[in-house]
């Protein structure tokens, strides 16, 4: 038999956009046997999981589940659900993710129509209300709530009630956000939602929690034809995850248990308000100790993620070559520029587990001495003082 080589996975600290770290306990969790899906002891796994789920959304949804797939799915998922061919569907896009989500709702058969705001900037309410008034009537608009690509946070309230006042679904894209910035779906009236597991929840990539209210199930009850994707349709899904625990498809046991374990952290062990406070309180500071140290941030302060930084690359600077140093030689992942930054910024991540001050201290340490050898001086006295006095 021919010998293969033992699965051996270098150190790294990951602080990219995604995959986060993964706490032990929820590594451990997925190494828990396997139950049969309709065994009595996973049900209750799932009943436990869609109530945390409810817990991290700020909702009350009864129809709040994990669908089986990475956070694309989830985006698939509402689109295949919510709209049919014809339908008209407002699409924010400020990033890479909003244009992803232009791309899906085209491909159901949608008529996509784009509101268009800078990268770097939010989308602005005016914008999307004229969107409203020119082509109603439009069946939803659809935004994203943290654009990984950019690191803007957007605000929702007055974007949902314009939305409303057309009597449009409000669909939010909460991949990012869930478990490090407050989503409450309920307060801002999002009638669908979703997210994924491997950003600020900090399970690994492989299931994307959904949830979406009774105005939502009520346009998805008048759909007038079979949704187009048979292993996307909540309609059918209901009746596995709800009280009927029919078979539709195999969940990822091993998933659910990472999930499970990985939203008791947030909601039993720290808190979910800590959790915010966490990340808000380190994105801050280190996006402070940044800027002392003379880069610069590209996003207004008012706007910006705690959780996704995005920093502009330095004139005469080697992308390539930081990002690649970073993580041979102290095991820093952080993220490239997608789209029209691409080349221009980095992406720093501090989700979930990975959002810790020792992450900082090396991170702003490590690219203080990685930028020297390329000739670009920082401040590092400054950046770590700074960063230090903000937490
Ligand atoms: C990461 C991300 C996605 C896609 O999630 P995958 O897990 O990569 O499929 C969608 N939207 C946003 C805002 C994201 O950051």
Known sequence: MEKRKELLIPDRTLMGPGPSDVAPSVLRAMASPLLGHLDPAFLDIMNRIMEQLRQLFGTENYMTLPMSGTGSAGMETVFVNSLEPGDKVIVCVNGVFGQ???????RCGAEVITVEAPWGEAIQTEQVEQALKTHAPVKAVAIVQAETSTGVWQPLADISAAAHQYDALFIVDAVTSLGGVPVEVDQHKIDICYSGTQKCISAPPGLS?????????ASLNQRKQKVQSWYLDLTMLQGYWGNERVYHHTAPISMNYALYEAARLILSEEGLENCYQRHLKLGRAMQAGLQAMGLVLP?????RLPQLTTVEIPEGVTDADIRKQLLDRFGIEIGGGLGVFKGKLWRVGLMGSSCREKNVISFLTALHLLLKEQGCMTDIKAGLDTFNSRL
């Open 299 to 303: 996003v207004e302060e008012s706007i």
């Open 209 to 217: 929690p959904v949830t979406i209210n009774e105005r939502g199930l």
């Open 100 to 106: 992803r989500m232009a791309d899906v709702a085209s």
